[in-house]
């Protein structure tokens, strides 16, 4: 039985998804103005270990993780400071130059990552229509007004229905009226709480779509409803993103949601934790921030090597998604020797011969009946990864012949442990993976080889063949094709 630990009820429920043995997961995307730092690549590398175990369990997940390419104001709330409008400026570039350049850069990092992708990723600028509809029909239920252009979400009008804004971040609506100061409306709402679900633009705005109200632009909150309830319904089973989200976006998207459908749009909400360097929060706003790339190549003052990202990965795994975790030096190298060992013990595995007389003293049932408790036990990877490392320890056993292990088992600890590390962990073998480079490479080589013989380029073909012999690798040809020898 999964047990999810939801932030809305601060409790671990047994997860009962409204489809059964299907799951629809929406999960905050980034804001592309900006390359992502390793923060943000932590929030999304837990939810991709979640989804990954979500599929291991056996549901079918739908998955939808979008992309913020419009409406995400500076956080001083100013809309001449929309953070797509300034880059721009920065930059010199089109708006949708910096969304591309962004993307791309964010898909990148995510697959250097072995991140898998989401079944659907939806961008805000693709559905401006949906929020404009919806702005429209929280206007006509009445927890909506329009001001100068601008349209706004009633939060105390909501409240007076009997609906609670404030329920997912536990905030006291009076408590934040009092101490709250109207940065954002300029003198436009009624309350200083109330929230942007359509802005006016200014005339220096160049972001901008037409409206009933008028040239403008989508709230940011409004994104995130309008796209989770177009693909997975008025209510769908997960919603995550990073800790700093849940207040205010997500408790806007609740009073959203229940303002539009009268119902709540999501059954469990899941928060995961930031990353700190040097015991601060990651953010590109502070400067206490490292980029994924600086961290792989070693092109940076804090760590005194490159790591590869699989390390990272298996580094952030080793904390729960709920903890904090602080990034050094210390910790990269720890999870490297940690990392080595476990790829070490795969590898030791393929070659232990299987012995059918002997009763061995590790329980392999017992092994995986624990493996599965902390992965079913919300997302538990750093308890996963200590049992993976009994394991280990058995497996080194058995290479040593302290240890015994019968065919059956033999077979089923090979995949399980597979499984584990390389589909559910999502880690990457970083032998193998720079063997299936070189093979990838030398096709290609053997290819344009071909290609040069056919086009009786011998010149070519010849200089192929002997600079790769030179670099001792043998090509050899015969009747099904040309093959490889390295020396
Ligand atoms: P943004 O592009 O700013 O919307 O952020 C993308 C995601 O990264 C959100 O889910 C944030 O909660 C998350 N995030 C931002 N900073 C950190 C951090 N230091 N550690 C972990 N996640 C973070
Ligand atoms: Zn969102």
């Known amino acids: 039985q999964l047990k999810i630990y939801n932030s809305l009820t601060a409790e671990k429920e047994i997860f009962k998804p409204i489809l059964d043995g299907n799951v629809g997961m929406y999960v905050c995307g980034p804001t592309v103005y900006s390359n992502v730092h390793l923060g943000n690549v932590r929030t999304f590398l837990s939810f991709d270990f ?11 997940v739908r998955y939808v993780r979008n992309i913020t390419d419009a409406g995400h104001l500076t956080d001083d709330g100013n809309v001449d400071n929309d953070r797509f409008v300034k880059q721009t400026r920065l930059e010199k570039l089109e ?10 850069d964010f898909h990148k990092v995510l697959d250097m990552f072995n991140l898998l992708p989401p079944n659907i990723e939806p961008t805000a600028t693709g559905h401006i229509v949906e929020q404009i509809e919806l702005t429209q029909k929280l206007i006509e239920r009445g927890f909506a007004y329009e001001s100068n252009g601008s349209v706004y979400f009633d939060v105390l009008e909501y409240n007076k229905r009997g609906l609670n804004y404030g329920e997912l971040s536990k905030r006291n609506i009076e408590e934040l009226f009092a101490n709250t100061r109207d940065l954002d409306g ?18 220096a705005h160049i972001m901008r779509w037409n409206s009933p109200w008028g040239e403008g632009f989508p709230g940011w909150h409004l994104e995130c409803t309008a796209m989770s309830t177009k693909y997975l319904g ?23 949601g229940k303002a539009c459908n009268d119902a709540a749009p ?21 400067g206490n921030y490292i980029l994924p790339m600086q961290l792989v190549t070693g092109d ?14 298996f580094c952030f795994l080793q904390a729960h998604y709920r903890s904090v975790l602080d990034i050094s030096n210390d910790a990269m190298i ?3 020797k940690g990392f080595i060992r476990l790829m070490e013990a795969v590898k030791v595995l393929n070659s232990i011969t299987p012995n059918d007389e002997k009763p061995s003293g590790f329980s392999l049932a017992d092994w995986k009946n624990k493996c599965y408790e902390a992965l079913t036990d919300d997302f538990n990877s750093p308890i996963l990864i200590a049992h993976l490392f009994e394991a280990v320890k058995y497996i080194f056993a058995l290479n040593d012949d302290k240890e015994t292990i019968s065919t059956v088992d033999l077979e089923d600890l090979k995949s399980t442990l597979n499984a584990f590390i390389f589909d559910v962990l999502g880690l990457q073998n970083i032998e193998e993976n720079n063997n299936e480079k070189l093979d990838q490479t030398l096709k290609v080589l053997i290819e344009l080889r071909n290609q040069a013989r056919k086009s009786k380029n011998f010149d070519l073909s010849d200089q192929i063949r002997d600079k790769l012999l030179a670099e001792g690798i043998e090509l050899k040809d015969g009747r099904d094709g040309t093959s490889y020898v390295l020396s």
């Open 266 to 286: 999501v059954n469990y909400w899941m928060h995961a934790n930031m990353l700190t360097m040097n015991s601060q929060r990651m953010s590109k706003s502070t």
């Open 95 to 104: 708006p949708m130059e910096i969304v591309q350049k962004y993307t791309v």
């Open 186 to 203: 300029q003198g436009e709402k009624k309350n200083p709480q109330d929230f942007a679900l359509w802005k006016k633009a200014s005339p």
């Open 234 to 256: 008025e209510t769908f089973d997960i919603h995550g993103g990073g800790m700093d989200l849940k207040f205010p976006h997500h408790e806007c998207e609740i009073a959203q």
């Open 50 to 60: 979640i989804y990954r175990t979500l599929m291991h369990l056996g549901y079918k």
């Open 334 to 336: 720890a999870s490297e």
């Open 300 to 313: 940076n003052d804090f760590f005194e090597k490159p790591f590869h990202p699989s390390i990272v990965r």
